[in-house]
């Protein structure tokens, strides 16, 4: 691949990808995602690695997810670009390629990414506490704020999105987090949401949970396996 292709990546519209002949390939928010059944966890072992060596030759690198019993997950973006570029439409196609030269073929079952929005009248003073609680990073903005969302460093769990407010609700929130972290874990994790504005509303039922909220009372729970009833 040219230094120059590397280097100056064209950005890549859903319009355009639709244009594509990737069928193997669904585009959901600036990035592009298939699954591949390999008819054995060895098998899909093998192709994960087939995929990984064709992304060290391009010099651009998609995550990987394997899972029993055969399923090889695949993403794709180009994280300096903010979104879907030229690279990932040309490592998508080799992709499909490797899958269709080993036998393996896309599973056509519904691929989804999941957001949760908060509503906030002070974006900037509460999304710090949730990137403390939840251990994600803050994404660029693209408004005043100094942050508009917060995704997970490992691409796992679902993004989290800010949307202002005019005026605040007067009624309690009916949908809060519950964020489960190893046992050694919990005590850190608490003391930076607490750091980062957070509020210990209750630790009644700790080490099974603690209630935490954000400065305007929207609620998280930092759970462990322990004290479980």
């Not at 899972?67 to 979104?83: I, K, Q």
């Not at 196609?93 to 949760?116: F, H």
């Not at 005590?187 to 504005?197: M, P």
Request: net charge negative.
């Amino acid at each position: 691949m040219a230094d120059s292709a590397q280097d100056n990546p064209q950005i890549v519209t859903a319009q355009r990808f639709a244009r594509e002949s990737l069928d193997d390939w669904r585009y959901l928010l600036g990035r592009i995602e298939s699954q591949f059944r390999a008819g054995s966890f060895d098998g899909a072992a093998s192709f994960a690695l087939e995929v990984a060596r064709a992304a060290n030759r391009a010099n651009h690198h998609p995550d990987i997810d394997l899972r029993y019993p055969d399923r090889v997950f695949v993403a794709l973006m180009t994280h300096a670009a903010g979104g879907l570029t030229d690279l990932d439409l040309e490592l998508a196609s080799e992709i499909s390629q490797l899958a269709m030269s080993s036998g393996l073929r896309a599973e056509a079952l519904p691929i989804s990414r999941v957001e949760i929005a908060i509503d906030a009248m002070e974006i900037d003073v509460i999304w710090p506490f949730w990137a403390a609680v939840l251990g994600y990073e803050p994404v660029s903005p693209t408004t005043t704020t100094s942050t508009d969302a917060l995704v997970d460093p490992r691409r796992i769990g679902p993004s989290i999105w800010f949307q202002q407010m005019d005026e605040p609700r007067p009624q309690r929130n009916r949908i809060h987090l519950d964020i489960t972290v190893a046992d050694d874990q919990a005590d850190g994790r608490i003391d930076d949401a607490l750091a980062a504005g957070g509020i210990l509303v209750s630790d009644k039922r700790a080490r099974a949970f603690w209630i935490l909220a954000d400065a305007e009372g929207n609620e998280a729970c930092i759970c462990t396996w322990q004290d479980r009833d």
